[in-house]
């Protein structure tokens, strides 16, 4: 298990894990009450939030990258049961009576995730996309959409080259205002300034 030395996570969060499938980035949060099967693996990346009555289940693979968030009582699902086969179902049940699919969950860059959103195995929500409180995603969403209702569809389009310069402009900040160079926690501050530099190449390629 690997948590960053800034990251914080509160005392009330359950997380099952083993060895080293579970880790999280610099300076991102997790909340009270939220429970974290890290299944595969679970990788929670740089400036996240997950908010209180989060559930990450299912046992499969679940990537939440750099800037992206749930709010509260999000439901992430990244394996389930055949529901419509003639199976058993339910993990009291040895393996050889069910059939039970292990799949992934990956939310981009600076995606949304509004409250009480649902979101299926197999789903990879696209950078700087948003989705709407209490809407449930069973299939991949293209970047910087606005997105909402049942069935899910797009509404609107955000702002990638505003929101990435805001992101420029903040790593910027808190790289001159980080420790001195004989501090240890100064290696973070060199990755954020090597993030600022990927970034900028990212504005001129994009």
Known sequence: ???????KIH??????RKDDNFSIGDYSQI????????GKSCRLGRFVHVCSFVSIIGGGEFVLEDFA???AGCRV???????RGPYLTNPTIPREFTNY?????TIREHAIVGTNVVIFPGVTIGEGAAVSASTVVRRDLPAWGVYAGDPLRKIGQRDRNAILEKQRIFLERLAESGPSDGDPTRGRVRGLEDA???LAFRQSTG
Do not use: Q
């Not at 298990?1 to 990251?7: L, P």
């Not at 909340?31 to 890290?38: G, H, T």
């Not at 699919?101 to 969950?105: F, I």
């Open 1 to 7: 298990m690997t948590i960053a030395a800034s990251a």
């Open 11 to 16: 005392p009330w969060v359950k997380i099952v």
């Open 31 to 38: 909340d009270d009450f939220v429970f974290i099967n890290a």
């Open 69 to 71: 968030g749930l709010s």
């Open 77 to 83: 699902i990244t394996g389930t049961d055949d529901y």
């Open 101 to 105: 699919a292990v799949s992934h969950v």
């Open 196 to 198: 600022g530099a990927e």
